[in-house]
């Protein structure tokens, strides 16, 4: 079978020093909702998932005697989306990506969560082509360049971060999110996201221009909350 891929998708390949199977599951990760219905907000909610366990067990492995907290402070500034844009930006992503005409004139190709979320999707891509070994690998892979020690864990906490610690702390299940809306043009969309803490019957919103971001507000309202009402 001819394979659809273009010269850029195997320079792309070889780089991450990865094959594929499906031609389609490729162009899909790299494909934004602009552009077509079949987009990869699924694969990046998959590929979410599967970078989390994978930096996981990297950090596991690599700070035997860092404690829990402290794993996931570090961890929240290696799957944060500057780190992901950047390492999007250095495979060469920005290239690739297919956008709609609107997004492409308003300089999607360069907007750090278009590409943050194209990185994970491919993660998820790579996961549903060859397993979970092969999208573990990829991650240690991405993130070699980076030096891992246990000094890391003096960067600042995020807002979702410090929420997630401060309900472990008490033994709470850890926040849910969820998008209740997104707003706009494909080029220029706002999410509205809520941030639910079961345990204390609480509920938060948080608008943004990415899922990420929108995630980030809500959990900031949520810290708020908690903090004003002594909870």
């Not at 005697?65 to 402070?73: A, I, K, N, Q, T």
């Not at 397993?131 to 003096?154: D, H």
Request: overall charge negative; glycine content about 6%; charged content about 25%.
């Amino acid at each position: 079978m001819t394979s659809r891929l273009s010269s850029l998708h195997l320079e792309l390949l070889e780089r991450l020093k990865l094959g594929f199977k499906s031609d389609a599951l490729l162009e899909q990760a790299l494909t934004h909702r602009s552009f077509s219905a079949s987009h990869n907000e699924r694969l990046e909610f998959l590929g979410d998932s599967v970078l989390n366990l994978a930096v996981s067990r990297m950090l596991f492995v690599a700070l035997p005697d860092l404690p829990e907290g402290d794993l996931s402070r570090v961890r929240a500034n290696l799957v944060k989306q500057d780190t992901l844009h950047r390492l999007a930006v250095d495979l060469g992503l920005s290239g690739l990506i297919r956008l709609g005409e609107g997004e492409m004139k308003s300089g999607g190709q360069r907007r750090p969560s278009i590409l943050a979320d194209a990185l994970e999707a491919l993660i998820g891509a790579v996961y549903l082509d060859s397993g979970y070994q092969v999208a573990e690998e990829l991650v240690f892979r991405l993130f070699e360049p980076i030096e891992i020690n246990p000094t890391m864990q003096a960067a600042s906490k995020d807002p979702k971060t410090e929420l997630q610690e401060l309900l472990q702390a008490r033994r709470y299940k850890l926040p849910i999110y969820r998008v209740i809306g997104i707003l706009g043009a494909a080029h220029q969309q706002t999410f509205d996201v809520e941030c639910e803490v079961t345990e204390l019957s609480l509920m938060e919103r948080g608008i943004g221009n990415s899922r990420r971001s929108a995630e980030q507000v809500a959990a900031q309202a949520m810290l708020k909350t908690i903090e004003e009402n002594k909870l």
